[in-house]
Nanobody, 125 residues
Framework: QVQLVESGGGLAQAGGSLTLSCAAS????????MGWFRQAPGKEREFVSA????????NYADSVKGRFTISRDNAKNTVYLQMNSLKPEDTAVYYC??????????????????WGQGTQVTVSS
């Protein structure tokens, strides 16, 4: 069973930046697509970004395109989410997740089988 541990959340001002990290246990990290989701209070968990095993395929939600950048370091079993030009509406708990499926949009919660505990991101106006 893989363990995913997010870090890097915190408080930022609008227009600022944060970088989230997600460290994964296990030897097969480089075989899986990894994703980031977020969940604001009272809202459903929503897709943010996904990156396949080679970083050759990357998807973003329209709401973060041009502001967020996903990347991964397979040697370190870590996936990152660089968040720039933050907005108050980016405030949420951010989760990383691992997908066992081999193809698809990777934009649905059900595409993933393992989740981290989440890290809070709060953006003040």
């Amino acid at each position: 069973q893989v363990q995913l541990v997010e870090s890097g959340g915190g408080l930022a001002q609008a227009g600022g930046s944060l970088t989230l990290s997600c460290a994964a246990s296990g030897r097969t990290f480089n075989m899986y697509t990894m994703g980031w989701f977020r969940q604001a209070p009272g809202k459903e968990r929503e897709f943010v970004s996904a990156i396949n095993w080679s970083a050759g395929r990357i998807n973003y939600a329209d709401s973060v395109k041009g502001r967020f950048t996903i990347s991964r370091d397979n040697a370190k079993n870590t996936v990152y989410l660089q968040m720039n030009s933050l907005k108050p509406e980016d405030t949420a708990v951010y989760y990383c997740a691992r997908s066992p499926i081999l193809s698809g949009s990777y934009g649905q919660v059900n595409d993933y089988d393992s989740w981290g505990q989440g890290t809070q991101v709060t953006v003040s106006s």
